[in-house]
T-cell receptor, first 112, second 118 residues
Framework: DGGITQSPKYLFRKEGQNVTLSCEQNLNHDAMYWYRQDPGQGLRLIYYSQIVNDFQKGDIAEGYSVSREKKESFPLTVTSAQKNPTAFYLC???WGQGTEAFFGQGTRLTVV | AQKVTQAQTEISVVEKEDVTLDCVYETRDTTYYLFWYKQPPSGELVFLIRRNSFDEQNEISGRYSWNFQKSTSSFNFTITASQVVDSAVYFCALSVASPTSGTYKYIFGTGTRLKVLA
């Protein structure tokens, strides 16, 4: 089955730690995206990548980093610089301009 | 600037009632795309429909219908004869090209939580 897989589903982070959220897709999509969702808010764009080895900051990139070494994978690292990381994180991919995005099931990150 | 407004934060209806979810968008671009997504409690966003700015034709898919009106910058979503399984958060989104990179990005509304009561 083609789709996007995010892992883990739940993640707990201690203060000062970096954590990495995984996103893998087998849809052969070029573009991949990371969004953050907070209660009562829409999705906000963190980073996106149109092709391998290239990515751009979204609206709320501070405290996050990404890499795109393979077409299928777009991991997101939440660094200790992100002061309020508790949120629901969604990864998405799509194949062309103006097309619909396909979303993973999300990772819920909690700082403990 | 681009913006999507979903003024209805939460709507509750009784099963079999019809319900309309409102979406108003803002953009100066002449080429853009509009989307509706459903987010069930599991969290994954499920694609429902896409419309481009040159196609104002309304669409019906089973119990779902969409009314796109450029004159009022609205893209409303109606569920006919609602069911409990329709309970979810629904997002409207606008996709326009970035003026600097040309890349299309999504701008999401804040979502409308629909509760369908049995």
């Amino acid at each position: 089955d083609g789709g996007i897989t995010q892992s883990p589903k739940y993640l707990f982070r201690k203060e000062g730690q970096n954590v990495t959220l995984s996103c893998e897709q087998n849809l052969n999509h070029d573009a991949m995206y990371w969004y953050r969702q907070d209660p009562g808010q829409g999705l906000r764009l963190i980073y996106y990548s149109q092709i391998v080895n290239d990515f751009q900051k979204g609206d709320i990139a501070e405290g996050y980093s990404v890499s795109r070494e393979k077409k299928e994978s777009f991991p997101l690292t939440v660094t200790s610089a992100q002061k309020n990381p508790t949120a629901f994180y969604l990864c998405a991919s799509k194949w062309g301009q103006g097309t619909e995005a396909f979303f993973g099931q999300g990772t819920r990150l909690t700082v403990v | 600037a681009q913006k999507v407004t979903q003024a209805q934060t939460e709507i509750s209806v009784v099963e079999k009632e019809d319900v309309t979810l409102d979406c108003v968008y803002e953009t100066r671009d002449t080429t853009y795309y509009l989307f509706w997504y459903k987010q069930p409690p599991s969290g994954e966003l499920v694609f429902l429909i896409r419309r481009n700015s040159f196609d104002e034709q309304n669409e019906i898919s089973g119990r779902y219908s969409w009314n796109f009106q450029k004159s009022t910058s609205s893209f409303n979503f109606t569920i006919t004869a609602s069911q409990v399984v329709d309970s979810a958060v629904y997002f409207c989104a606008l996709s326009v090209a970035s003026p600097t990179s040309g890349t299309y990005k999504y701008i999401f509304g804040t979502g409308t939580r629909l509760k369908v009561l049995a």
